[in-house]
């Protein structure tokens, strides 16, 4: 199996495909027959461009077509007291004594300099399905494990407005 997505996460995907068959790749090709016919292709650095941007682009449309393909769709659904998807949780780093703020998402939109952490991520993995108050270990490898507390679940949605908080 692939990623785990949502159907929110399949139906962006399928947008940014739609977008990228009707009108990046019509630009693209544009591009390249305008490039070609400036005349002698070897020495035609904008044909070369033109050309590589095309195949960037059927690229990208074959990689996200092949991850809806593989995907895995899980449930975005989760108990009003538990961690679950598109929740933001609030969690104290006993090690370091810090409180920090995180939003639970799948791993095609985890990115932790955003605030954005993946259910198949360390912290992800530990505190999915725990409530407010629960100190749970986070295991990053066999030899390196930390301690985290739950201390407010605030339940989001996929555009980030709150919708309630514990």
Do not use: C, W
Not at 71 to 91: F, R, Y
Not at 131 to 139: A, I, L, Q, S, W
Request: overall charge negative.
């Amino acid at each position: 199996m692939g990623d785990k997505l949502t159907e929110n996460d399949i139906k962006k995907i399928q947008e940014e495909i739609d977008y990228r068959k009707l009108v990046v790749r019509k630009d693209a090709i544009e591009a390249v027959k305008e490039a070609r016919a400036h005349g002698d292709l070897s020495e035609n650095f904008e044909y070369y461009a033109a050309k590589r941007d095309k195949n960037k682009n059927e690229s990208r449309i074959r990689y996200l077509e092949r991850m809806i393909k593989n995907a895995e769709v899980i449930s975005d659904e989760s108990k009003d007291d538990e961690v679950g998807m598109n929740n933001t949780v609030e969690l104290y780093f006993e090690e370091d004594d810090e409180t920090e703020k995180f939003k639970i998402t799948t791993s095609v939109r985890g990115n932790s300099l955003d605030g954005n952490i993946s259910i198949e991520s360390p912290i992800g993995k530990a505190v999915m399905g725990h409530k407010v108050g629960d100190r749970v270990e986070v295991v990053v490898n066999e030899n390196i494990s930390y301690y985290v507390v739950i201390k407010s679940i605030e339940n989001t949605n996929d555009d980030g407005d709150e919708i309630r908080k514990f």
